[in-house]
């Protein structure tokens, strides 16, 4: 009961596909003039492989002012509803303390409802991000066919491209609205799910979502050449090419900076920021954001998946962070 975040939620495994997903699965052939986007989610992309992040990337620093908002504001509120009413009954009126815990008995379970649905988010905001990864990679290998996901447990997973089923999904994302992502379901040889992962969130917005998965779709169709993107020979640009991997996270390395912090939660709320958010909200978000991510561990991939996805070292579609425009707090080309 109430396991997993909004970031980390849990997804039922050691199970069938029910008849609705079976009938919502997505094609992974490219669909005619099917319209791409990079979404700001991709990692690095070369001739082997293509990197992404999962779902949970963009949602870190949020979860923890949630917390701590929870903490010092909704803890202390029920607290000083409970005094007043112990005040009012029990001191003032000299009613038996008895009488005070049966006649508000509904109270005091609906308050012991709450505490403990912040306990066991507590507990979860320590099992999944707390003592996590700064991020957990997805490697798309369009040489082997073969799908690499780094779970939370910092387990690797992988599957044959061809054997994983996907589907569109949405759930409520709280006072977000609707969560958009795309869930991927490994099974075993009797079509029983061994792991589930999603990838590509976007907020409210699900058109965005399928639009990455088409970038994804169209790398393990038809190789990087569409795709790629080398600022050396695009020279100035006012804006990011949506159809060509034309920004990359930088994050791979080291974890990322206090700056792209900023950045990253400014490209969360790209739209909504310049409306409603002032900069000191920004700085805020992305001073916990960024403070708890360098406490987290970096991802580090396997030698064996390394060894499975081997670049060449002439390979002319290489594509990261080095290579592609990085954006200030508002979005804007910097360099």
């Known amino acids: 009961m109430l396991n997993g975040t909004l970031q980390y939620p849990v997804y039922k495994n050691a199970r069938h596909l029910t008849p609705k997903e079976k009938q919502n699965i997505l094609a992974k052939k490219i669909a005619y003039k099917s319209s791409v986007f990079h979404g700001y989610h991709f990692v690095k992309m070369n001739s082997t492989y293509m990197e992404c992040v999962n779902n949970s990337f963009f949602l870190k620093g949020n979860s923890y002012l949630n917390l701590f908002g929870a903490l010092f504001i909704a803890v202390p509120v029920i607290l000083i509803v409970w005094l007043i009413f112990f005040y ?7 009613e038996s303390l008895l009488g005070f815990i049966v006649v508000f008995s509904p109270m005091h379970i609906l308050f012991s409802f709450i ?4 306990y ?3 507990q979860n905001f320590k099992k999944y991000e707390k003592l996590g990864y700064n991020y957990y990679p997805i490697r798309f290998n369009r040489k082997n066919q073969k799908v690499y996901v780094y779970d939370v447990s910092g387990q690797i997973f992988s599957e044959n491209w061809e054997k994983i089923d996907f589907i569109l999904n949405h759930r409520l994302g709280g006072y977000e609205g609707i969560f958009w992502e795309i869930k991927g379901f490994i099974k075993d040889n009797n079509g029983l799910i061994t792991y589930t992962f999603a990838f590509a969130l976007s907020k409210n917005k699900k058109q965005e979502t399928l639009e990455i ?6 790398y393990m169709n038809n190789g990087p050449e569409k795709l790629y993107f080398n600022k050396k020979v695009a020279g100035v640009i006012h804006r990011l090419p949506a159809e060509k991997l034309s920004y990359c996270l930088n994050i791979e390395a080291q974890p990322e900076s206090l700056e792209t912090s ?6 969360d709320y790209q739209s909504e920021i310049r409306s409603f958010y002032s900069r000191a909200m920004i ?3 992305g001073a916990t954001r960024n403070k708890f991510i360098r406490a987290d561990k970096q991802p580090k991939w396997s030698q064996q998946v390394e060894n499975e996805c081997q670049v060449d070292a ?15 707090t508002f979005g804007k080309i910097i360099k």
């Open 88 to 94: 009012i009954t029990v001191i003032r009126d000299a």
């Open 115 to 118: 505490l403990y649905v912040f």
């Open 120 to 122: 066991k988010g507590y």
């Open 213 to 218: 998965w088409q970038f994804i779709k169209e």
């Open 262 to 267: 900023k950045q990253i939660v400014a490209l």
């Open 283 to 285: 700085k805020i978000l």
């Open 314 to 328: 002439k390979d002319p579609y290489v594509v990261d962070a080095s290579t592609t425009y990085q954006l200030d």
